[in-house]
Each structure stands twice: as structure tokens, then as C-alpha cells.
């Protein structure tokens, strides 16, 4: 059977420790002049500055200079480290139904940032059992979408392929466990967690 493609970036699903996720995140900014577009399940870097004016988002509050870092999506690539992953954005008072966040659009931005978070990732190619274990990437050969607001960051199997890399993103934790994913065939989904994490540092995989 066919794994179907339905490519959404990484979506948290647990914490290491078993409990489930359970919705929480971190705001942070993005400014109007960073000209690339985000989506839900996008991985995402602290940039090292904040807010320099207040911000006043309706449905998420006021926040005041300085009090909201800026998060720029993540190069995909070795030595690249992630804060975390979009799970939602502020509502946009004059699109209400945007679920996404088009280039040079300032907003809040909601982050899984905790560093012990699981997310579930399709691979763009497939996975084999003796991957696990291993580091990997994500790639962005497709753009996310503009309709669902999902990302269409994948793992990737192809241009840089699971390996024994601490410099690499994230580690593979195992095969979701779910009748509508086959093992060892393209498309299938993976457990992951961040490796190489703004928060903690990376370690060799298996």
C-alpha cells in the first residue's frame, strides 16, 4: 500500500517523556521586513534581535519593546540549529482567515519551542528500519500552502541522507506507528526530535 502524500512540515505529537502535547508555545515576531512567507509546521531560529516597538496583536495582547524575539525560518542544512515549530499566528485582523503568513507581513507567531518535544515529519523518500536512530535534515522542495497554511518542509532522504551527524538538525526517534503509514516506502512518516536545538546542544546519532 502506497503511503499518501501529505506533506505538513512537523507537527508536535509528544514530549520524550511520554505525555502528550498538550498545546503550549511560545510568542514570538516577525517583522515586516523579512520577505519570506511561513507556514504551520515551519521550523524556526531565534535571529538574536526582538521587537524594537510595541506590538499590540489582537487576540494575543500587547507586548512591549524588546519582549518578543524574532524567528526567521530555518536553513535547512548541518550545522543550522532550530528554537522550534509554528503552530499557529495571531489573528489577522484584516484577513481573519489567514492561516499562513505572506512574505514581509508582520506578526505574532506562535513556537513549540521546548527542546523535549516530539514532532511527527513525511519523509521525501523512504525511511528503512536502520535509519532510526539516526540524524537528519529537512528539506523544502515544496513551497507550504497558502490554502491548508501547512508547511511543505519534508525529512530528507535524498540530498542529504540520514547519517551519524551531531551537526545535523534533528534525530529520527522511530515509524509512527499507524495502519495508514507502510514502513520502508516514500512518503512514510517518522517520530523526530530537534538535535541541534538554540536551547540544547546537538548529539551524534545512533
Known amino acids: 500500500m502506497a503511503n499518501n502524500d501529505t506533506r ?4 508536535p505529537i509528544r514530549h520524550r517523556n511520554g505525555a502528550a502535547y498538550n498545546g503550549a508555545f511560545s510568542a514570538y515576531y516577525v517583522p ?3 520577505a519570506t512567507a511561513l507556514f504551520i509546521g515551519d521550523v524556526v531560529t531565534k535571529t538574536g534581535t526582538a521587537n ?10 500587547d507586548f512591549v519593546i524588546g519582549s518578543l524575539p524574532e524567528v526567521n525560518k530555518t536553513a535547512a542544512g548541518d550545522g543550522n540549529a532550530i528554537t522550534g515549530v509554528i503552530v499557529g499566528f495571531a489573528p489577522d485582523p484584516d484577513n481573519l482567515g489567514r492561516i499562513y503568513n505572506p512574505a514581509s507581513t508582520e506578526r505574532v507567531v506562535y513556537v513549540a519551542d ?6 511527527e515529519i513525511q519523509a521525501d523518500g523512504a525511511i528503512p528500519a536502520t535509519s532510526i ?3 537528519a535534515v529537512p528539506i523544502y522542495t515544496h513551497a507550504g ?9 519534508e525529512l530528507d ?3 542529504d541522507a540520514p547519517a551519524a551527524d551531531a551537526s545535523n538538525q534533528l534525530t529520527i526517534q522511530r515509524m509512527v506507528n499507524r495502519v495508514d503509514n507502510e514502513p520502508n516506502l516514500i ?7 530537534i538535535n541541534n536545538h538554540t536551547e540544547v546542544a546537538g548529539a551524534i546519532g545512533l
Open 157 to 159: 532522504t535524498t540530498s
Open 32 to 34: 515586516s521586513t523579512y
Open 52 to 61: 524594537t516597538a510595541n506590538v499590540s496583536a489582537p487576540g494575543a495582547g
Open 114 to 119: 521546548d527542546p523535549d518535544l516530539v514532532f
Open 187 to 193: 512518503h512514510n512518516k517518522v517520530e523526530v526530535k
Open 8 to 11: 505538513f512540515g512537523l507537527r
Open 133 to 135: 536512530g539516526l540524524n
Open 145 to 153: 500552502s497558502t490554502t491548508s497554511g501547512l508547511s511543505g518542509a
